[in-house]
């Protein structure tokens, strides 16, 4: 079973900065499988980037992913007060099908 | 715009079935993709419990695959989920979410807000 892993439990950062979370797989995984969300108190989650590096209908170009080996980030370049949340790496599995998430990253704005 | 909206009792007893129902609208869930259910626990976080096609295909998490069952109901535009003999371990906010596929990836791109379920009697 791979197990996604999020370094930061929190990030606490003030509006105009970079922000960067990173998700790591115990194992190599398709980059083309990885996803990542944004979820507020209350509110359903918001697919944020596809494929490790697709951004999702809607979602500003502020927004970025990437991914090296095993190792994937989402950046956002320019912290907006609205962007503030909890934020998963989810991996798609393929036998059987099967989706598993990182274990969150809180963003906290300054 | 495509809402997915849960429902079903907030309180179930241990060994019970838990029962939730989530209404679509914005799409016809006959028309394509996977419908499904993930919940969430301080313990275990997000966790993917499973999700089916309208045709009856389905995957379900392993973990959980001996006590799940989803169902389609196209008439009402609807899909279910029936996890049974609960234990306080599967006390969670439960979202119902629309499955897609691109390529051989695939994600879940609209979401319900969640019910919260506790198991206790």
């Known amino acids: 079973e791979i197990v996604l892993t999020q370094s930061a439990g929190t990030l606490s950062l003030s509006p105009g900065e970079r922000a960067t979370l990173s998700c790591r797989a115990s194992q190599s995984v398709s980059s083309g499988y990885l996803a990542w969300y944004q979820h507020k108190p209350g509110q359903a989650p918001r697919l944020l980037i596809y494929g490790a590096s697709s951004r999702a209908t809607g979602i500003p170009d502020r927004f970025s992913g990437s991914a090296s080996g095993t190792d994937f980030t989402l950046s956002i370049s320019r912290l907006e007060p609205e962007d503030f949340g909890v934020y998963y790496c989810q991996l798609f599995g393929t036998s059987p099908p099967m989706y598993t998430f990182g274990q969150g990253t809180k963003l906290e704005i300054k | 715009q495509v809402q997915l909206q849960e429902s079903g009792p907030g309180l179930v007893e241990p060994s019970e079935t838990l029962s939730l129902t989530c209404a679509v609208s914005?799409?016809?869930?006959?028309?394509?993709?996977?419908w499904g259910w993930i919940r969430q626990t301080p313990g275990r976080g997000l966790e993917w419990i499973g999700s089916m096609y309208h045709s009856g295909s389905t995957n379900y998490n392993p973990s959980l695959k001996s006590r799940v069952t989803m169902s389609v109901d196209t008439s009402k535009n609807q899909f279910s989920l029936k996890l049974n003999s609960v234990t306080a371990s599967d006390t969670a906010v439960y979202y119902c979410?629309?499955?897609?596929?691109?390529?051989?990836?695939?994600?879940?791109?609209?979401w319900g807000q969640g019910t919260l379920v506790t198991v206790s009697s």
């Open positions: 914005g799409y016809s869930v006959s028309s394509g993709y996977y």
């Open positions: 979410a629309r499955h897609s596929y691109y390529g051989s990836g695939s994600f879940q791109d609209y």
